[in-house]
């Protein structure tokens, strides 16, 4: 299951370096029954472990304030702009855009205090079939779109259909899911092509719906719309906030739904406080910086070590008490974030250059002149999280590795994956060396300094694509290091929009890339790393991976029949992974750094499994502002 991030978490950590995820305490080896393991009745929520924490009847989460203030602006920096409002082309992309997401509904809403159970939104119950075939959602008889049109079946159907067609991720997420139809009043089932694939229900709940209405009708010229194309036009929604203002590029401006149809219902009560959420996007990532210390928006996540340690302590709002700078433990989601190869290019195919290149970046050094100490080195898919594997493999997850051993380099069972230390100058020039040796291996030699193709001659040379001016801080040290083994490198940032239609046609040789994983991984895996999706514009699986035993062990974990399994399959996934190189790992932080101006209250209690929580369940404090100053 994706790991679900609010929507201001999408618009900011998909636009800047990840820095993730915390350890976390372990989920139950063996799970309890799931709530899903009792099938052919209603119930208000699903979970993949044990029963859900809250009952039918439940008032509202217990990490929001029911009693929350309503109103406010928040305003919310972005780096880069927007050129498409459509969330069937982008997926779940459509973070990138600001929160056009908040403006529409889901069937279940995910709690931020378990880590794998969504109760009711739109649908009010769901009922699993006894074969596991299939799901069938209740809708709510009050849901409506904003114009006051119900939300009904053939909506949530259409959406079904659509976002499948037409996105990439959503092609690949569900796979298994071969059609929705309708049942009885207010009544859809989904039918799998597969029984046993434990979190298709859950995974159906997430689906935004849209409305067939507005989607099949036409523009305020008369041109009809096309669900498969871009579009600035401010979409329909049914959600708590609608999109009511847009400065293309510049800003987007949303507005709480005064008469938001689910306001009243549990698992929206104490949330979306805030009367109006304007994102500003800003191109350069130093100009966002300075734009928060000159108060032009409101929140930030502080990626750069650099400016956390250096741009804010001797800042006078901060000596003030008017800018806050807070740490929060980032749990609930692994991480993977690396300099990714394109696998489909012939000069990253052998696993030995791309072991050559983590050999030549030194992190040690990185760490202490760019990144004061604060990270750690990512030496796993799942860093940070009980589902990374570590050691040998040994009893469930070698049996796991073992039903597959054809299809997997020998040394996932004889070697633990490590990264190269490079803290001394001797281990530098040992590395170094052995790169060398790698590269030589893979065909390569080295011919008056520079690093060439032993068949045909051609240079080695490799450019890194980027579209924050931060990172080239941290690659032009790299290319200096690989430099001395011949291999010469260009560093090129590009604006957002450039970068992703770049990486939708597969036009680079490394690139910067992040995937967060939450503690239930499972059908996303496919488009995160199955041969299916190597090779389809927009995917996830930027890298291009197309490996038969990768596949075998990503079915493994869809398919895990209890939460001793799951973990053991999905040890075995990341060891294979790991043991092909595929990716450069990079680092992470086992908080995240947040500043703020200080305008907003929040609950005694935040959610365990959703760092701050900011914006959802926050509000405006008009007490704090006075101090403050409000936002212009």
Not at 598 to 609: E, I, K, Q, S
């Amino acid at each position: 299951m994706i790991a679900r991030r609010s929507f201001l978490a999408g618009a900011l950590a998909a636009l800047g370096l990840r820095g993730p995820a915390a350890a976390q305490e372990p989920a139950e080896s063996a799970a309890k029954a799931s709530a899903q393991a009792a099938p052919d009745r209603w119930r208000h929520a699903l979970t993949l472990l044990g029963e859900p924490k809250y009952g039918p009847d439940f008032p509202h989460f217990e990490y929001v304030d029911p009693k929350a203030p309503v109103g406010g602006l928040v305003r919310l920096g972005a780096q880069g702009g927007f050129d498409n409002l459509n969330v069937v082309v982008n997926g779940l992309k459509g973070d990138l855009e600001g929160g056009i997401t908040q403006i529409y509904d889901t069937l279940m809403e995910d709690s931020g205090d378990e880590p794998f159970s969504s109760y009711g939104l739109l649908a009010e119950a769901v009922r699993v079939a006894p074969d596991g075939m299939s799901v069938t959602y209740r809708l709510r008889a009050g849901a409506r779109w904003h114009d006051g049109r119900p939300v009904t079946v053939e909506d949530v159907i259409w959406s079904f259909e659509t976002l499948k067609a037409n996105s990439p991720f959503y092609a690949a997420y569900y796979h298994s899911v071969t059609g929705a139809e309708p049942g009885s009043e207010r009544e859809i089932t989904f039918r799998f092509s597969e029984s046993g694939n434990r979190e298709l229900p859950q995974v159906l709940g997430q689906m935004q719906v849209l409305p067939k209405h507005w989607w099949t009708g036409q523009t305020a010229d008369g041109k009809p719309r096309n669900p498969a194309e871009t579009t600035l036009e401010i979409p329909l929604g049914s959600g708590p906030y609608r999109l009511v203002k847009l400065d293309p590029g510049r800003s987007a401006t949303y507005e709480r739904v005064a008469d938001y149809w689910g306001e009243d219902l549990s698992v929206n009560r104490g949330r979306n406080n805030f009367g109006t959420i304007r994102f500003e996007y800003f191109r350069d990532g130093s100009v966002l910086l300075e734009a928060l210390k000159g108060d032009l928006y409101d929140f930030r996540t502080e990626n750069v070590a650099r400016n956390w340690a250096t741009q804010f302590d001797d800042f006078p709002a901060v000596r003030e008490g008017r800018l806050v700078k807070e740490e929060f433990p980032g749990r609930g989601t692994g991480i993977m974030q690396a300099f990714t190869f394109n696998l489909r290019r012939d000069k990253f195919k052998d696993e030995r250059v791309r072991r050559a290149f983590n050999l030549a970046m030194n992190f040690e050094e990185m760490n202490r002149q760019l990144f004061y100490g604060q990270y750690q080195r990512i030496n796993s898919y799942f860093f940070g999280s009980e589902l990374a594997s570590s050691g040998l493999p040994e009893g469930n997850e070698r049996a796991i590795l073992e039903s597959v051993k054809d299809k997997l380099p020998p040394r996932v069972f004889t070697e633990v994956y490590k990264n190269p230390v490079n803290d001394t100058p001797e281990a530098v020039r040992a590395n170094l060396r052995q790169a060398v040796g790698l590269l030589k291996e893979a065909g390569f030699e080295l011919k008056s300094g520079q690093m060439v193709n032993k068949t045909t001659g051609e240079p080695f040379t490799v450019e890194f694509l980027e579209f924050q001016n931060v990172f080239e801080r941290v690659i032009l040290p790299f290319a200096a290091q690989l430099k001395l083994i011949g291999i010469q490198c260009s560093v090129r940032v590009i604006d957002q929009a450039q970068y992703q239609n770049r990486l939708r046609a597969f036009d680079f040789d490394i690139t910067t890339t992040s995937w967060p994983e939450s503690l239930s991984p499972g059908n996303e895996q496919r488009e995160y790393w199955g041969s299916a999706a190597a090779e389809k514009p927009g995917t996830r699986n930027v890298a291009g991976i197309q490996d038969a035993g990768i596949d075998a062990l990503i079915e493994k974990v869809i398919f895990a029949s209890d939460r001793e399994t799951l973990v053991a399959s999905t040890r075995a996934l990341d060891r294979a992974l790991l043991a092909h190189n595929y990716v450069l790992p990079q680092w992470s932080s086992p908080v995240v750094r947040t500043i703020r101006w200080n305008r907003f209250g929040r609950p005694a209690v935040l959610p365990r499994y959703g760092s701050s929580g900011f914006p959802t369940i926050w509000w405006y404090d008009e007490a704090r502002a006075a101090k403050t100053g409000a936002p212009r």
